[in-house]
């Protein structure tokens, strides 16, 4: 009955949890002619830094009040704030040349207008939960008339017009500001797209459309423009300020850009464009244009890559197992042969060497047995996040569109998965003999996560200090602690009591008092080289996508390639699985029962090469724009997710050792 009563409390936990969730954007909103738009302005990023600071860090107009719009757990996280802006916008009615603010900047303003534009910082804005974005279009080397276009999300602040190279072979580099944006706001009327079902009681009522418009297309054109005002300038006139500088519809007189000088200052007029086009898009194919897939060939390329490797790895497996082990296993289980023939046949075995004569060491409890049951449990808490993940982002549920929910998901599954953590890490620590049952539970429940708060506390301290909106508010950090406390710790202990009653495994062989002697081994069969192979085949089965991952952090782009991942995850699973078998079976013929840890070390040695691979691309990427902080913010969090990795590919390499080792064992007569 107490059983019954935990499982009701867990699931009404897991009920209550699911329905705290919400995912935005999925719901289309109409607007009717002349209702207002709100643009909403969010974060300036670069990919030249890892820091992302608040829009209005810098002094560009605001309005009288700015309202921080509300968000949800993983865009808090993220930090994807969004704010009021003094932008002006109504469902189909164009507006050139609004005046937004007259502002006068002092030395030290401009020159952080300059800092930002080096850097190649983009301001960041949304509408309707679309992100502003600018199109660029792209020849190819070997077609030069066939050209690419792409959406750039954000728009430059600045950049540079021109240098300066002085007797002295100095160079000064000018830059301008963009204070003027054309937004062209594409829609699609809705009654020519969306009709209500009709009515079950009344078959013949005519169909009842949506009215208004649809927001399909938010697009942004920078310009720099020194603007000049006609007469006295005034600010109750804005937003419809007279200039010298525009003409009619968009059009503008002669005119010089607007410099950034960090040694004067200066005066900026902003001004900005409404434009309102007609578009045949669908409001359900809105999100097309910015997760266009434009190289497919090369993740169809990398599959084929991981799919010629994994049947490599298979062939060899499948010899092991139908020529070696079989014959093995027929020559030890023989039972027609006479007694004498026995008895010749184990003296034989004893002049044998293999893993036939190391069966009574093989199962030999390893040091810091504890340990490894814990890592193994919280691996497949991880194994299991990330298959639920990557399910749910197959099907569309972690779509870009709504917002923060890959966040969201990522930290739901984890906490659920709770449950495997504790089950896996009870069932190794029957086997290990364990007696501090509690401090292995405890221990599965919090040292990943305690690790994991320490590194994500360190950073957030050194992003606040920096002023960048990277930072979580303490109130986020300690709202996720509480979840984990209320929802992962609890499923973790309610795991490792369905583990702790459960039968324990059993071995096949019984291990001998008096540990076996390990011969000589090769330079080929020790722990480092073994980890060096054995992370270097699945590290070629994901690097590329791995690039992309990582090419999208860097240039701020959506990431929404999840069937290749997927596909390219299996696989990687898969091809780590199979050379840590063969791996093990070769130490295992070598006479080294030690394979506990080794197993999980070598599969984990992928996570190594992730990391070089993360640092060599930081510095590819990075150039010039290379600074401490921005260092220990990449690698913190990449050190954080390769820790995770090794912890995940190192589960699977040593489960697969465990059952085969199980399965082979269990398979040979031993007196």
Same mark, same amino acid.
């Given at each position: 009955?107490?059983?019954r009563?935990?499982?009701?409390?867990?699931?009404?936990?897991?009920?209550?949890?699911?329905?705290?969730?919400?995912l935005?954007?999925?719901?289309?909103r109409?607007?009717?002619k002349?209702?207002?738009?709100?643009?909403?302005?969010?974060?300036?990023?670069?990919?030249?830094?890892?820091?992302?600071?608040? %829009?209005?860090?810098?002094?560009?107009?605001?309005?009288?009040?700015?309202?921080?719009?509300?968000?949800?757990?993983g !865009?808090?996280?993220?930090?994807?704030?969004?704010h009021?802006?003094?932008?002006?916008?109504?469902?189909?009615?164009?507006?050139?040349?609004?005046?937004?603010?007259?502002?006068?900047?002092?030395?030290?303003?401009?020159?952080?207008?300059?800092?930002?534009?080096?850097?190649?910082?983009?301001?960041?804005?949304?509408?309707?939960?679309?992100?502003?974005?600018?199109?660029?279009k792209?020849?190819?080397?070997?077609?030069?008339?066939?050209?690419?276009?792409?959406?750039?999300?954000?728009?430059? =602040?600045?950049?540079?017009?021109?240098? !300066?190279?002085?007797?002295?072979?100095?160079?000064?580099?000018?830059?301008?500001?963009?204070?003027?944006?054309?937004?062209?706001?594409?829609?699609?009327?809705?009654?020519? !797209?969306?009709?209500?079902? *009709?009515?079950?009681?009344?078959?013949?009522?005519?169909?009842?459309?949506?009215?208004?418009?649809?927001?399909v297309?938010?697009?942004?054109i920078?310009?720099?423009?020194?603007?000049k005002?006609?007469?006295?300038?005034? !600010?109750?006139?804005? *937003?419809?300020?007279?200039?010298?500088?525009?003409?009619?519809?968009?059009?503008?007189?002669?005119?010089?850009?607007?410099?950034?000088?960090?040694?004067?200052?200066?005066?900026?007029?902003?001004?900005?464009?409404i434009?309102?086009?007609?578009?045949?898009?669908?409001?359900?194919?809105?999100?097309?244009?910015y997760?266009?897939?434009?190289?497919?060939?090369?993740?169809?390329?990398?599959?084929?890559?991981?799919?010629?490797?994994?049947?490599f790895?298979?062939?060899?497996?499948?010899?092991?197992?139908?020529?070696?082990?079989?014959?093995?296993?027929n020559?030890?289980?023989?039972?027609?042969?006479?007694?004498?023939?026995?008895?010749?046949?184990?003296?034989?075995?004893?002049?044998?060497?293999?893993?036939?004569?190391?069966?009574?060491?093989?199962?030999?409890?390893?040091?810091?047995?504890?340990?490894?049951?814990?890592?193994?449990?919280?691996?497949?808490?991880?194994?299991?996040?990330?298959?639920?993940?990557?399910?749910?982002?197959?099907?569309?549920?972690?779509?870009?569109?709504? @917002?923060?929910?890959?966040m969201?998901?990522?930290?739901?599954?984890?906490?659920?998965?709770?449950?495997?953590?504790?089950?896996?890490?009870?069932?190794?620590?029957?086997? %290990?003999?364990?007696?501090?049952?509690?401090?292995?539970?405890?221990?599965t429940?919090?040292?990943?996560?305690?690790?994991?708060?320490?590194?994500?506390?360190?950073?957030?301290?050194?992003?606040?200090?920096?002023?960048?909106?990277?930072?979580?508010?303490?109130?986020?950090?300690?709202?996720?602690l509480?979840?984990? %406390?209320?929802?992962?710790?609890?499923?973790?202990? %309610?795991?490792?009591? #369905?583990g702790?009653?459960?039968e324990?495994?059993?071995f096949?062989?019984r291990?001998?008092? =008096?540990?076996?002697?390990?011969? *000589?081994?090769?330079?080929?069969?020790?722990?480092?080289?073994?980890?060096?192979?054995?992370?270097l085949? *699945?590290?070629?089965?994901?690097?590329?996508?791995?690039?992309?991952?990582?090419?999208? =952090?860097?240039?701020?782009?959506?990431?929404?390639?999840?069937g290749?991942?997927?596909?390219v995850?299996?696989? #990687?699973?898969?091809?780590?699985?199979?050379?840590?078998?063969?791996?093990?079976?070769?130490?295992?013929?070598?006479?080294?029962?030690?394979?506990?840890? @080794?197993?999980?070390?070598?599969?984990?040695?992928?996570?190594?090469?992730?990391?070089?691979?993360?640092?060599?691309?930081y510095?590819?990427?990075?150039?010039?724009?290379?600074?401490?902080?921005?260092?220990?913010?990449?690698?913190?969090?990449?050190?954080?997710?390769?820790?995770?990795?090794?912890?995940?590919?190192?589960?699977?390499?040593?489960?697969?050792?465990?059952?085969?080792?199980?399965?082979?064992?269990?398979?040979?007569?031993?007196?």
């Open positions: 009955m107490t059983s009563a935990v499982v009701i409390f867990v699931l009404c936990l897991l009920l209550g949890s699911a329905a705290a969730f919400y935005p954007g999925v719901a289309p109409t607007f009717r002349n209702q207002s738009v709100n643009i909403k302005v969010q974060t300036l990023t670069s990919p030249e830094s890892q820091l992302q600071f608040d %829009f209005y860090q810098l002094p560009f107009c605001r309005p009288k009040h700015v309202r921080d719009l509300p968000e949800n757990l !865009e808090a996280l993220t930090g994807d704030k969004a009021t802006s003094g932008f002006v916008a109504k469902m189909k009615k164009n507006a050139y040349c609004q005046t937004l603010c007259k502002r006068t900047y002092t030395p030290k303003q401009m020159e952080e207008f300059q800092d930002f534009a080096i850097l190649d910082y983009r301001a960041n804005m949304r509408l309707d939960n679309l992100p502003v974005a600018q199109i660029a792209y020849a190819y080397d070997d077609q030069p008339d066939k050209t690419i276009q792409l959406y750039n999300l954000g728009f430059p =602040i600045g950049s540079k017009l021109h240098e !300066e190279v002085h007797s002295d072979d100095a160079v000064t580099e000018h830059y301008v500001l963009n204070n003027h944006l054309r937004f062209k706001i594409k829609y699609h009327p809705a009654a020519d !797209e969306m009709a209500d079902k *009709p009515d079950p009681n009344n078959p013949d009522a005519a169909p009842q459309y949506m009215k208004g418009n649809l927001i297309g938010f697009e942004v920078p310009y720099s423009i020194q603007h005002e006609v007469g006295k300038w005034n !600010e109750t006139c804005a *937003p419809n300020c007279k200039l010298h500088t525009c003409a009619s519809r968009g059009a503008f007189t002669p005119h010089t850009p607007q410099m950034i000088d960090p040694k004067k200052g200066g005066t900026v007029i902003w001004t900005y464009d434009e309102w086009q007609k578009s045949d898009v669908k409001w359900a194919s809105r999100w097309d244009v997760l266009n897939m434009t190289d497919d060939k090369v993740h169809w390329f990398s599959i084929i890559n991981s799919v010629v490797i994994l049947v790895l298979t062939a060899i497996v499948g010899m092991i197992f139908a020529r070696v082990l079989r014959n093995d296993l020559k030890y289980n023989e039972t027609h042969l006479t007694d004498e023939e026995k008895a010749q046949q184990q003296q034989d075995l004893k002049e044998e060497s293999g893993w036939k004569l190391i069966y009574g060491d093989v199962f030999r409890t390893p040091p810091m047995a504890g340990l490894l049951a814990v890592y193994t449990g919280t691996g497949m808490q991880l194994l299991f996040m990330a298959l639920m993940t990557l399910a749910f982002s197959c099907l569309g549920f972690l779509s870009p569109s709504n @917002r923060g929910s890959l969201n998901a990522v930290l739901l599954f984890f906490f659920l998965s709770g449950a495997f953590a504790g089950y896996f890490a009870a069932r190794f620590c029957q086997i %290990f003999k364990e007696e501090s049952k509690l401090k292995i539970t405890m221990l429940a919090l040292s990943f996560q305690g690790v994991c708060s320490v590194v994500f506390f360190i950073l957030n301290v050194i992003v606040w200090t920096e002023g960048s909106s990277n930072a979580i508010p303490l109130g986020t950090f300690v709202a996720v509480a979840l984990s %406390f209320f929802i992962s710790v609890p499923l973790t202990f %309610f795991g490792a009591y #369905l702790f009653r459960s324990p495994f059993t096949p062989t291990t001998n008092a =008096i540990p076996r002697q390990i011969p *000589p081994q090769k330079w080929y069969l020790h722990r480092g080289v073994s980890m060096l192979v054995g992370g085949l *699945p590290f070629g089965a994901v690097f590329v996508e791995l690039f992309f991952i990582l090419s999208s =952090i860097w240039q701020h782009r959506f990431y929404y390639f999840f290749f991942l997927s596909l995850f299996c696989i #990687l699973l898969l091809i780590c699985a199979e050379i840590c078998l063969v791996l093990c079976y070769l130490q295992l013929c070598a006479e080294d029962y030690k394979w506990w840890w @080794r197993s999980f070390f070598v599969g984990g040695a992928t996570s190594w090469y992730m990391l070089a691979y993360g640092a060599y691309h510095v590819a990427r990075a150039h010039h724009a290379i600074s401490l902080v921005s260092s220990v913010i990449y690698f913190g969090y990449l050190g954080v997710i390769c820790y995770a990795f090794f912890v995940m590919t190192g589960t699977v390499g040593f489960l697969t050792c465990f059952t085969f080792l199980k399965k082979i064992y269990g398979s040979v007569k031993i007196d």
